[in-house]
């Protein structure tokens, strides 16, 4: 017998509205324009809609239609917005400019020049009250500038997460003389000098999430300052243990540390030091570092056995390698039960809530469609 299939959904347009703007904010502004727009009165309407929720990369428009394409796109999605990344050294921030991003959750700087001048549209970046996230993936002219602003002075007081992720050292050189200001920061991803990091920790009273890379001996240490600080990922090249120590005194109640690096203070491979490295409080604990061919001689690796297996080392490793020494172990809480969240956020997009399996294979799908209508109409 035939099975007959009533009110089968078999187009596009026999989708109710509220999944298409789930399909639709999938997409970036220039997909969602060529794609629907005009397509009829009910799409029309729905491109309209103040839910929609757009995204927008400059690279994927040509430099010669760009500023025609901000003047006749741009500017009519521009307040439904959320992430917008600059590829290009173009200015949509000037104060002169019609296109206002008043939506704006999310920019990254990915491909600006150095000649590019962030610091000239902080302004315009502290009116977008809905701006949490900036990341600064390129070099820029006034980055160190940029970067006191933004955690000495809370010029952004709006921001949750700051990443600087280029392979660049900032300096906070001169904040000791400005009036500091504490930042609302919750996520921060940066390398700087040892002293720079306190400072920087010192006026991040709320963060939660710290991934760095850092080097050099403290000048003046004051620990009258305690860090809420549950996650933190570190990568030291020629840090003391002293000066590691002292830091993590500042943030006891760590749930999960990640320490890679360079080292060529020989205390990190005793025992005893490594056991002080691992708080109770700890869920997940894991290093991997390595140091000179230098100090080969003077490390036991029975000794850091013997210390380890008692402290809830659940797996290490000590390798004699050409270049050196690498020590590699894992520490897992005894708080089996508790699972906390995986946040690690490389990239702009693990910091986005992921799409579920049947949400990426609808999202395929509506982009082919989307492409195949497109061509069709142009």
Not at 295 to 301: A, E, Y
Request: glycine residues 2%; positive net charge.
């Amino acid at each position: 017998s035939s099975i007959v299939f009533e009110n089968m959904i078999t187009t596009l347009e026999d989708l109710p509205d509220e999944v298409l703007l789930i399909i639709l904010n999938n997409f970036s502004v220039a997909t969602v324009h060529y794609a629907f727009d005009k397509l009829n009165a009910r799409f029309n309407c729905i491109l309209n809609d103040k839910y929609l929720r757009l995204t927008f990369d400059t690279k994927n428009i040509p430099d010669r239609l760009f500023y025609d394409f901000c003047d006749s796109v741009l500017l009519k999605y521009a307040d439904r917005l959320v992430s917008l990344t600059l590829s290009k050294p173009i200015e949509l921030f000037s104060s002169n400019s019609q296109i206002k991003f008043h939506q704006l959750e999310v920019l990254k700087i990915a491909g600006c020049s150095m000649s590019f001048s962030l610091l000239s549209v902080l302004k315009q970046l502290q009116n977008l009250c809905k701006l949490s996230k900036l990341f600064i993936c390129v070099p820029l002219l006034e980055s160190n500038s940029v970067c006191r602003m933004i955690l000495c002075k809370n010029y952004l007081s709006q921001l949750k997460m700051f990443y600087i992720v280029f392979d660049s050292f900032i300096s906070l050189n001169g904040a000791n003389h400005i009036l500091i200001i504490p930042n609302n920061l919750k996520h921060l991803s940066l390398q700087c000098d040892i002293n720079d990091l306190l400072l920087v920790l010192k006026y991040s009273p709320k963060l939660e999430y710290l991934n760095v890379v850092t080097c050099g001996n403290i000048q003046t240490l004051t620990n009258n300052f305690v860090l809420e600080l549950k996650y933190l990922k570190i990568n030291i090249k020629n840090v003391s243990y002293v000066n590691l120590f002292n830091i993590l005194n500042i943030v006891p109640n760590l749930n999960r540390f990640k320490l890679t690096g360079y080292v060529q203070d020989p205390d990190f491979f005793n025992g005893e030091n490594l056991s002080g490295l691992i708080p109770l409080t700890l869920d997940n604990f894991q290093m991997i570092i390595k140091t000179g061919v230098e100090h080969q001689g003077s490390i036991d690796p029975n000794k850091i056995s013997t210390v380890l297996n008692k402290d809830r080392c659940d797996w290490y490793s000590v390798q004699q390698k050409t270049d050196g020494l690498c020590l590699e172990l894992s520490v897992r809480s005894i708080k089996k039960c508790r699972l906390l969240p995986t946040t690690d956020p490389t990239t702009i997009e693990r910091h986005l809530p992921q799409p579920s399996t049947v949400k990426c294979i609808m999202k395929a799908f509506f982009v082919t469609v989307a492409v195949a209508i497109a061509y069709y109409l142009f």
